[in-house]
């Protein structure tokens, strides 16, 4: 069996589940994941308004009650002439992916979640992008240079596969960040849509494993 996580870095549900996904694995060593980036705001054009940091801001709170996750509200407010297009960080994902594949893919998975929610830095700029995959890599023992991975994230090939990614998230049904997928015996099954905590998620995934069995 494996399980495919639809997400998106800078959709702060998924930053709240990334925890709880992070303690499924640890629990479960010998799970198979696979990410798929969904893009949630992909190749959005508008400057994000006060209103629409307001509301962004109304989730976050949210977020932060039920996973003790940290936000850097502050940095969001004020951050002026803001464009929030998601697509450069899942490119970011795709080109870490095309590195190291997809063994501890969800560590640089978060983070970059990590970089925009905690640290409130711009996950839209490529350049922020490489420093933190650079140093997430490097610690899993990767050695890849900031320029390197630049230039990787800013190819052809990682943006046709981007595109790709967010292509089969729609085959797959997804209609919303993040969700969690099962797939077994040549089949794909919602195991869950939304936030939910590793317990919830180990029970739902044992009662499929013994399904299976």
Known sequence: MKLIYVGDPMCSWCYGFGKELSALAARMPDLQLEIVVGGIRAGATDVLDAAGKRFRLQHWQRVEALSGLPFNREAFAQREGFVYDTEPVCRAV??????AGEAGLLSVFRAFQNGFYAQGRDTTDGHVLSEIAVKMLEAMGIQV????????????????????DFARARELGVASFPTLLLEEQGRTVALQEGYARVDELEQRLREAERSVA
Request: hydrophobic share 40%; glycine share 4%; proline share 0%.
């Open 145 to 164: 240079g900031v320029d390197e991975f630049y230039r990787l994230w800013a190819d052809a090939e990682t943006k046709a596969e981007t595109q790709r």
């Open 94 to 99: 795709v080109a870490a992916r095309r590195i």
